[in-house]
């Protein structure tokens, strides 16, 4: 693991950036950083599945940033 590499830092949201019936998606945010580093491609219908899908994108995500 790097020394420099806090999972604590790292962040799944959920934001309405899309029209109905698909408005939801998840975006992943490292501590310090305005922009997300990574989102969700495709469009949810609701919050609470784009709020899973988004958890697991932050697992995989710390995954490989902690090899």
């Given at each position: 693991?790097?020394?420099?590499?806090?999972?604590?830092?790292?962040?799944?949201?959920?934001?309405?950036?899309?029209?109905?019936?698909?408005?939801?998606?998840?975006?992943?945010?490292?501590?310090?950083?305005?922009?997300?580093?990574?989102?969700?491609?495709?469009?949810?219908e609701?919050s609470?599945?784009?709020?899973?899908?988004?958890?697991?994108?932050?697992?995989?995500?710390?995954?490989?940033?902690?090899?």
């Amino acid at each position: 693991m790097r020394r420099d590499f806090d999972p604590a830092d790292y962040s799944a949201v959920v934001k309405l950036r899309g029209d109905p019936p698909r408005p939801w998606r998840w975006e992943i945010y490292c501590a310090g950083k305005r922009s997300p580093i990574e989102h969700s491609d495709a469009l949810f219908e609701t919050s609470a599945a784009a709020h899973k899908a988004g958890k697991q994108a932050l697992s995989q995500l710390i995954a490989r940033l902690s090899l």
